[in-house]
């Protein structure tokens, strides 16, 4: 999460970027701002992301009605977030990458290649907790 701003101070010849550390509350309330930037940009423009956010819902909801103890539900809810979590990790890997240089590079792809595993190792444990808690 970004925590603090880049302000531009112009010298005689040349600009300098100062970094300015926020602090106390307006330090949360910028960290949420970017937080929720990231959380919008990822819902219009990472298909993935919108994907497993469509199966999020529903099955959110089901671990909320389903008879099962409160701390499964949440249990089941929490290997969901982990899926989006993986999701968001392997989009900003992906995001550096793509900054570094578009022209193919084996470490380049490498990394995006090992970002996407720790995506399906996520649903591949989720599967698993969805399983284990209901079909015992």
């Not at 925590?3 to 300015?20: A, D, G, L, Y």
């Not at 106390?24 to 940009?41: D, E, S, V």
């Not at 990790?89 to 570094?100: F, G, H, K, W, Y």
């Amino acid at each position: 999460m970004r925590s603090s701003t880049t302000v531009n101070k112009v010298n005689s010849t040349e600009q300098h970027k100062i970094v300015v550390k926020r602090q106390g509350i307006m330090r949360l309330l910028y960290t949420c701002k970017h937080t929720f930037n990231g959380l919008k940009w990822m819902c219009r423009n990472e298909a993935a992301f919108q994907q497993e956010l469509m199966l999020f819902v529903p099955l959110t909801v089901l671990a909320c009605v389903v008879n099962i103890s409160a701390a499964q539900s949440a249990i089941l809810v929490l290997a969901l977030l982990f899926v989006l979590f993986a999701e968001l990790v392997n989009t900003a890997i992906e995001v550096v990458v793509d900054r570094i240089g578009l022209e193919f590079n084996t470490l380049s792809g490498l990394a995006k290649d090992i970002a996407s595993a720790f995506v399906f190792i996520s649903m591949l444990m989720a599967v698993i907790v969805w399983w284990a808690v209901l079909w015992p």
